[in-house]
């Protein structure tokens, strides 16, 4: 029987390598999914008692916010028993420079900080190496992640080194895994005064950890009470309508509907995308590799019968050929194990959160290989079963090739892989086409022909000089500063107030005069900023028009003592995730001294050279500041950025799209090569009594014509259905294009047709009188 195998697979040796590397190469693309899945479905699940920790959200009329000011925080930490530790973060991290003395030579470099309280040691449970969870009491400590810690000192204790000017190591924490909203940088504390009494100051992330969920409800309810009762003197009843929700820590990199939310995100539909192609793939493989053992029953069915004539029961032959299917599927899963490696080598990886590495997934490997064996098991069950459930007798006499039954059941499972090809590469024309969107749709300013770049503390005390400096190259036409990278994020610093009697509540976004110059953006009514208004007392507003609708804003009047100069036009400052929301720009006055000039945006002249333009900015940023290493980049790259990962999904889903209906490709090579040769006396019969070669290619297509026509059918709703799923992730969609649907059926169609057509060719120029005398 094995003999009569190996016979088999080397008569058609082709179609049999195919099937057994596209199910490896399935295999292969299928863990490869599940570790971005498990990357984004654990995300923060691995710190103790995740389920206990909670971020607190405000909740009004007009949204949900993370901001909250340090008096409440701390009342609400004091509020109940439950609340085991709470801790308060700034929602932004910054860059310090880190500054040790090695072998007699200095060695500096930058790296990023996080201002937090005390206890959010105590919230994270951090794991210390070194140090207590006591260590962010005293100020001028700071702790270091244990990665740092090496690369600064090696295997030398880091308690108590200097790295910065009055900055000490008191602590050393081990390494959060990348799927962690913490970020594994230097942690320093907030001043035990700072804020302590600002009630008007809300700059703060607010997290609690409880000693168990059950509690959650009435921390939540104490919570409400204490922060209506705080905002009682200055909204009245209104402050009887604000909330408070708690979220859990693993449900903040899910969670998208709140302002000022710094966490890493990621959309449950689109894990439920990627989790459904991963199954779909190994369906359409499994079903390759089902097809391929049913289409070999004729071939097979002589020989097993034969040995149950020889006396071979029929028990034995059956477990003998489920296991030779079973072997086949392992096989083919230690391919898999291969072109992982090989991909972890590939720009393939780039695309994935995720690192490919098989070592750090041994769960998802056992899982795999258990799927393997039970692919391997059911693909060869029916046709063992079938096989032997003949009498010999018959089975020696018969031809299963073209039974009814076996057509059937050969078309079932091909059309499930065309259902499977139709919907994956429809579902990629439209992420192309949502992706591209985000790419072209107009911002309503200029984001060509500019330079961004982050700024340190000794370029903003001479910002004048650098100003000056960049100037001195021809090409560069004006240099403006922002608080921040435009559209880059989905909200910015909220601020509240009150115009004609009523609290509104709007973003602001704090400039440079030249700012709206520099990316082209035009007043609708109203002026631009003048270098003049940096030197009154108080500041000047530029609204857009939707804070002028929405709360009947009118031009020259005062907000606090600040006045409103002009209106543009709802130009998309934050991504397209979200819609644009009342905002405005802001020139600080001379009564505040800020650091808002944390990024300079350099505007370049049409025809100059842009790669020269940036090496003259990143020479000057060295000149006046040699120990800091700069994000220098074009405003355009770094929008871009923001929409990386659904660039990255998009062509995750086109790749496996073209696997998948490769697959299904070489499940009909397979078929087709089985039934040419099952059909060549029919095929010589009508050549010889004058069908034309076209005849024969018509009447080999048509069974196929109709099977992608009712797959198609099938296919359009389920795409109709995911795809609109997944847009609602986004602010702005793509429509739902009719184009689409047809574009990606004459493709599967085309390939199909012209794979059945070259192998139904050659059948039919073969001599039939030589294809007859072999009959």
Same mark, same amino acid.
Request: net charge positive; aromatic share 12%.
């Given at each position: 029987?094995?003999?009569?195998?190996?016979?088999?697979?080397?008569?058609?040796?082709?179609?049999?390598?195919?099937?057994?590397?596209?199910?490896?190469?399935a295999? #292969?693309?299928?863990?490869?999914i599940?570790?971005?899945?498990?990357?984004?479905?654990?995300?923060?699940?691995?710190?103790? $008692?995740s389920?206990?920790?909670?971020r607190?959200?405000?909740?009004?009329?007009?949204?949900?916010?993370?901001?909250?000011?340090?008096?409440?925080?701390?009342?609400?930490?004091?509020?109940?028993?439950?609340?085991?530790?709470? %801790?308060?973060?700034?929602?932004?991290?910054?860059?310090?420079?880190?500054?040790?003395?090695?072998?007699?030579?200095?060695?500096?470099?930058?790296?990023?900080?996080?201002?937090?309280?005390?206890?959010?040691?105590?919230?994270?449970?951090f794991?210390?190496?070194?140090?207590?969870?006591?260590?962010?009491?005293?100020p001028?400590?700071?702790?270091?992640?244990?990665?740092?810690?090496?690369?600064?000192?090696?295997?030398?204790?880091a308690?108590?080194?200097l790295?910065?000017e009055?900055?000490?190591?008191?602590?050393v924490?081990?390494?959060?895994?990348?799927?962690?909203?913490?970020?594994n940088?230097?942690?320093?504390?907030?001043?035990?005064?700072? $804020?302590?009494?600002a009630?008007?100051?809300?700059?703060?992330i607010?997290?609690v950890?409880?000693?168990?969920?059950?509690?959650?409800?009435?921390v939540?309810?104490?919570?409400?009470?204490?922060?209506?009762?705080?905002?009682?003197n200055?909204?009245?009843?209104?402050?009887?309508?604000?909330?408070?929700? &708690?979220t859990?820590?693993?449900?903040?990199?899910?969670?998208?509907?709140?302002?000022?939310?710094?966490?890493?995100?990621?959309?449950?539909?689109?894990?439920?995308?990627?989790?459904?192609?991963?199954?779909?793939?190994?369906a359409?493989?499994?079903?390759?590799?089902?097809?391929?053992?049913?289409?070999?029953?004729?071939?097979?069915? =002589?020989?097993?019968?034969?040995?149950?004539?020889?006396?071979a029961?029929?028990?034995r032959? =059956?477990?003998?050929?489920?296991?030779?299917?079973?072997?086949?599927?392992?096989?083919?899963?230690?391919?898999?194990?291969?072109?992982?490696?090989?991909a972890?080598?590939?720009?393939?990886?780039? &695309?994935?959160?995720?690192?490919?590495n098989?070592?750090?997934?041994?769960?998802?490997?056992?899982?795999?290989?258990?799927?393997a064996?039970i692919?391997?098991?059911?693909?060869? *069950?029916?046709?063992?079963?079938y096989?032997?459930?003949?009498?010999?007798?018959?089975?020696?006499?018969? /031809?299963?090739?073209?039974?009814?039954?076996?057509?059937?059941? =050969? +078309?079932?499972?091909i059309?499930i892989?065309?259902?499977?090809s139709?919907?994956?590469?429809?579902?990629?024309?439209?992420?192309?086409?949502? /992706?591209?969107?985000?790419?072209?749709?107009? *911002?309503?300013?200029?984001?060509?022909? @500019?330079?961004?770049?982050?700024?340190?503390? +000794?370029?903003?005390?001479?910002?004048?000089?650098?100003? +000056?400096e960049?100037?001195?190259?021809a090409?560069?036409?004006?240099?403006?500063?922002?608080l921040?990278?435009?559209?880059?994020?989905?909200t910015?610093?909220?601020?509240?107030?009150?115009?004609?009697?009523?609290?509104?509540?709007?973003?602001?976004?704090?400039?440079?005069?030249?700012? *709206?110059?520099?990316?082209?953006?035009?007043t $609708?009514?109203?002026?631009?900023?003048?270098?003049?208004?940096k030197?009154? =007392?108080?500041?000047?507003?530029?609204?857009?028009?939707?804070?002028?609708?929405?709360?009947?804003?009118?031009?020259?009047?005062?907000?606090?003592?600040?006045? @409103?100069?002009?209106?543009?036009?709802?130009?998309?400052?934050?991504?397209?995730?979200?819609?644009?929301?009342p905002?405005?720009?802001?020139?600080?006055?001379?009564?505040?001294?800020?650091?808002?000039?944390?990024? #300079?945006?350099?505007?370049?002249?049409?025809?100059?050279?842009?790669?020269?333009a940036?090496?003259?900015?990143?020479?000057?940023?060295?000149?006046?500041?040699?120990d800091?290493?700069?994000?220098?980049?074009?405003?355009?790259? %770094?929008?871009?950025?923001?929409y990386?990962?659904?660039?990255?999904?998009?062509?995750?889903?086109?790749?496996?799209?073209?696997?998948?209906?490769?697959?299904?490709?070489?499940?009909?090579?397979?078929?087709i090569?089985?039934?040419?040769a099952?059909?060549?006396?029919?095929?010589?019969?009508?050549?010889?009594?004058?069908s034309?070669?076209?005849?024969? *290619?018509t009447?080999?297509?048509?069974?196929?014509?109709?099977?992608?026509?009712?797959?198609?059918l099938?296919?359009?709703?389920?795409?109709?259905?995911?795809?609109?799923?997944?847009?609602e992730n986004?602010?702005y969609?793509?429509?739902?294009y009719?184009?689409?649907?047809?574009?990606?059926?004459?493709?599967?169609?085309?390939?199909?047709?012209?794979?059945?057509?070259?192998q139904?060719?050659?059948?039919?120029?073969?001599?039939?009188?030589?294809?007859?005398?072999?009959?």
């Open positions: 029987m094995i003999k009569n195998f190996l016979f088999i697979l080397k008569r058609f040796k082709t179609s049999s390598i195919l099937n057994i590397l596209g199910l490896s190469v295999f #292969a693309v299928f863990i490869i599940m570790m971005q899945v498990d990357y984004d479905y654990r995300f923060d699940t691995f710190h103790k $008692n389920d206990r920790i909670y607190v959200e405000l909740v009004q009329d007009d949204g949900k916010g993370a901001i909250f000011n340090r008096p409440v925080a701390e009342s609400w930490f004091q509020s109940s028993p439950h609340i085991v530790a709470g %801790a308060l973060s700034e929602p932004w991290s910054e860059k310090m420079l880190v500054s040790i003395e090695k072998n007699g030579s200095k060695f500096t470099f930058s790296a990023d900080k996080q201002k937090v309280s005390s206890g959010f040691i105590q919230v994270f449970q794991t210390m190496t070194e140090g207590t969870e006591k260590a962010l009491e005293e001028g400590s700071v702790i270091i992640p244990q990665s740092l810690a090496q690369k600064l000192f090696g295997n030398e204790s308690l108590n080194k790295i910065g009055n900055v000490t190591v008191k602590g924490y081990k390494d959060f895994p990348a799927n962690s909203l913490l970020k940088c230097i942690y320093y504390p907030m001043l035990k005064d700072e $804020n302590l009494k009630w008007g100051v809300w700059q703060y607010v997290y950890r409880l000693d168990t969920p059950d509690a959650a409800a009435g939540r309810e104490n919570m409400i009470q204490i922060l209506r009762k705080s905002l009682s200055d909204l009245g009843d209104a402050a009887k309508k604000i909330s408070v929700r &708690l859990t820590l693993p449900d903040l990199h899910f969670t998208t509907d709140v302002q000022s939310d710094f966490t890493p995100k990621s959309s449950r539909q689109t894990l439920y995308i990627l989790f459904s192609i991963a199954i779909a793939i190994i359409v493989a499994a079903i390759n590799f089902t097809n391929f053992s049913v289409a070999l029953i004729p071939r097979r069915i =002589r020989s097993v019968n034969t040995q149950k004539v020889w006396g029961s029929t028990k032959l =059956r477990t003998l050929l489920v296991t030779e299917a079973i072997g086949i599927s392992l096989t083919a899963y230690a391919l898999a194990l291969i072109w992982i490696y090989l972890s080598q590939t720009p393939i990886a780039k &695309l994935l959160d995720s690192e490919i098989l070592l750090d997934f041994p769960i998802l490997l056992a899982v795999t290989a258990f799927i064996a692919t391997g098991f059911l693909s060869g *069950l029916y046709p063992a079963f096989m032997t459930s003949f009498q010999p007798v018959m089975a020696l006499k018969g /031809s299963f090739g073209l039974s009814p039954q076996g057509q059937k059941m =050969r +078309n079932l499972l059309g892989q065309f259902v499977v139709f919907v994956l590469i429809m579902s990629a024309f439209f992420m192309y086409l949502q /992706s591209n969107l985000m790419k072209n749709m107009p *911002l309503g300013f200029n984001r060509d022909q @500019i330079i961004v770049t982050d700024l340190t503390q +000794n370029i903003r005390k001479n910002y004048d000089a650098f100003t +000056n960049l100037k001195t190259f090409g560069i036409e004006d240099v403006a500063y922002s921040v990278v435009l559209t880059t994020q989905d910015y610093m909220g601020w509240g107030s009150k115009y004609d009697g009523k609290d509104i509540n709007f973003q602001c976004i704090p400039v440079a005069p030249s700012f *709206l110059q520099v990316i082209g953006i035009k $609708n009514e109203g002026r631009d900023f003048k270098d003049d208004d030197l009154n =007392r108080h500041g000047k507003y530029i609204f857009n028009e939707k804070a002028r609708k929405e709360f009947g804003l009118q031009l020259n009047t005062m907000i606090d003592s600040s006045e @409103i100069i002009g209106f543009i036009p709802d130009v998309q400052f934050t991504t397209f995730y979200t819609t644009p929301t905002m405005a720009f802001y020139v600080w006055g001379t009564e505040y001294n800020t650091n808002w000039k944390q990024y #300079a945006y350099i505007k370049v002249s049409a025809g100059s050279d842009m790669r020269e940036i090496q003259h900015v990143q020479k000057t940023l060295s000149k006046l500041d040699p800091w290493t700069f994000n220098v980049r074009f405003f355009d790259e %770094a929008i871009q950025n923001v990386q990962k659904e660039q990255h999904l998009t062509l995750l889903i086109t790749l496996f799209s073209a696997i998948a209906i490769l697959i299904s490709i070489i499940g009909v090579f397979g078929l090569i089985f039934e040419t099952y059909r060549r006396k029919e095929i010589s019969i009508r050549r010889v009594l004058g034309s070669i076209m005849e024969i *290619l009447l080999f297509n048509k069974t196929y014509l109709i099977l992608l026509g009712i797959c198609f099938i296919a359009c709703p389920i795409t109709y259905y995911v795809i609109s799923k997944w847009l986004f602010a969609k793509t429509p739902m009719w184009w689409v649907f047809l574009l990606g059926g004459a493709i599967v169609l085309l390939i199909t047709l012209l794979t059945v057509s070259v139904s060719y050659q059948a039919a120029v073969k001599n039939p009188t030589k294809a007859l005398n072999l009959e």
